[in-house]
T-cell receptor, first 116, second 114 residues
Framework: DAGVIQSPRHEVTEMGQEVTLRCKPI?????LFWYRQTMMRGLELLIY????????DSGMPEDRFSAKMPNASFSTLKIQPSEPRDSAVYFC??????????????FGQGTRLTVV | AQSVSQHNHHVILSEAASLELGCNYS??????LFWYVQYPGQHLQLLLK??????LVKGIKGFEAEFIKSKFSFNLRKPSVQWSDTAEYFC????????????FGQGTTLQVKP
């Protein structure tokens, strides 16, 4: 398996534009997480899905942020409209639960978003 | 509420020095615990994990961690660090099974001087 795949790797956009980040989890994994990493706030959990269903979106900072998982192999994180303070590295991760046992989360390479 | 706290934000060591990074968590049930490492410009990679059994867990690159349930701690250790260990280290906790979310501590930046 190629691991968790995120696209794009880098995104530079102007303030006010819509940004869509994409993630393909590892095949067979039933959990998908979106994180945001900044110097000031560290690694923040934005939202996570279990079997394509959003379980907890309490980390989503504002209504400008939305995430979807239309099927087991694809998820998007959308910011509309984007603002300079959204500049960060966004990571997607996936994991698997077998019975009561979690695997570790496997991370994608991240998308470095710069909003100017 | 579920939370993870890492005591050290920035640690500077000389090569061959011993390392211990503190991690405490707050969670009401059975937990799975993880340490991840992030090398400069890269994504997070797993160092080691604890699910159950022996509370002393050995990971890659000579790292180990000890789960002390009574202290809600999962400290990371390495007897002798190398320059290549320079990175950011994250402790993470998830409720076991289908409960709980995977959350991370603030991270500890380790700088090893050659």
């Amino acid at each position: 398996d190629a691991g968790v795949i995120q696209s794009p790797r880098h995104e530079v956009t102007e303030m006010g534009q819509e940004v869509t980040l994409r993630c393909k989890p590892i095949s067979g994994h039933d959990y998908l997480f979106w994180y945001r990493q900044t110097m000031m706030r560290g690694l923040e959990l934005l939202i996570y899905f279990n079997n394509n269903v959003p379980i907890d979106d309490s980390g989503m900072p504002e209504d400008r942020f939305s995430a979807k998982m239309p099927n087991a192999s694809f998820s998007t994180l959308k910011i509309q409209p984007s603002e300079p303070r959204d500049s960060a590295v966004y990571f997607c991760a996936s994991s698997l639960v077998v019975g009561q046992r979690n695997t570790e989360a496997f991370f994608g390479q991240g998308t470095r978003l710069t909003v100017v | 509420a579920q939370s993870v706290s890492q005591h050290n934000h920035h640690v500077i060591l000389s090569e061959a020095a011993s390392l211990e990074l503190g991690c405490n968590y707050s969670y009401g049930g059975t937990v799975n615990l993880f340490w991840y490492v992030q090398y400069p410009g890269q994504h997070l990679q797993l160092l080691l994990k604890y699910f159950s059994g022996d509370p002393l867990v050995k990971g890659i690159k000579g790292f180990e961690a000890e789960f002390i349930k009574s202290k809600f701690s999962f400290n990371l250790r390495k007897p002798s660090v190398q320059w290549s260990d320079t990175a950011e280290y994250f402790c993470a906790v998830k409720g076991s099974g289908n409960t709980g979310k995977l959350i991370f501590g603030q991270g500890t930046t380790l700088q090893v001087k050659p």
